[in-house]
């Protein structure tokens, strides 16, 4: 299908926290509670619509062990949304988010759009980290925050959506050069066809990878 922008995202966080899940609830609509471990980096797209224009996400899934992060930073030179996530029910990978986004920042390009994500919100009630906690760090970083359940679905579109909204935005004021567009995750394609519904269409799904997740 064609397509009017190509955002590049990548998932990025610790192993476990449900990366993998957030990526097939997005592109595939479904829910698959047991995956191997990520080896290295999985790949999904979707299309969605901003401002009328079909906008296509190609999203890559990272591993979160240290031991793949000469592969996984490869991706993150080409990205323009990250999408950042920790396990609202286990405190270290939160801990762990300011490693994160500080290797993020070394290896990605300066206007990156970058979501924080606490999942698996289903189970809140074995929350070990706050909302506010998160809505802080976020706060204090320069990053967009929600809470989300790659289980039930919650926020998941909107998390994804809302990232492509940033980036499209900055592509309108300028802030993201189109005409260098492969430095900045952001391919800029004529198109020909009629408008998406807004809810968008599945393109492509991931492979079968990532930590168990809800």
């Not at 990205?79 to 490693?99: C, K, P, Q, W």
């Not at 320069?142 to 909204?165: P, R, W």
């Amino acid at each position: 299908m064609s397509y009017a922008h190509l955002f590049k995202y990548i998932i990025i966080g610790d192993t476990g926290v449900g990366k993998s899940c957030l990526l097939l609830q997005f592109t595939d609509k479904r829910y698959q509670p047991v995956h191997d471990i990520t080896i290295g980096v999985d790949f999904g797209a979707r299309m969605i619509t901003i401002d009328n224009k079909p906008i296509k996400l190609q999203i890559w899934d990272t591993a979160g062990q240290e031991s793949f992060r000469s592969i996984t930073r490869f991706y993150y030179r080409g990205a323009a949304g990250a999408l950042l996530v920790y396990d609202i029910t286990r405190r270290e990978t939160f801990n762990h988010l300011a490693s994160w986004l500080k290797y993020l920042r070394q290896h990605a390009n300066a206007n990156i759009t970058i979501m924080l994500i606490g999942n698996k919100g289903d189970l809140a009630h074995r929350r070990t980290v706050s909302i506010e906690e998160g809505e802080q760090f976020a706060r204090e970083n320069g990053l967009i925050f929600m809470e989300a359940s790659a289980k039930t679905a919650q926020n998941v579109d909107e998390a994804f959506i809302s990232t492509a909204s940033m980036i499209y935005k900055k592509t309108q004021d300028g802030v993201i050069d189109v005409s260098n567009d492969e430095s900045y995750g952001v391919i800029k394609v004529g198109y020909g066809g009629g408008v998406l519904g807004a809810s968008g269409a599945n393109n492509g799904s991931p492979s079968q990878g990532g930590g168990c997740c809800n």
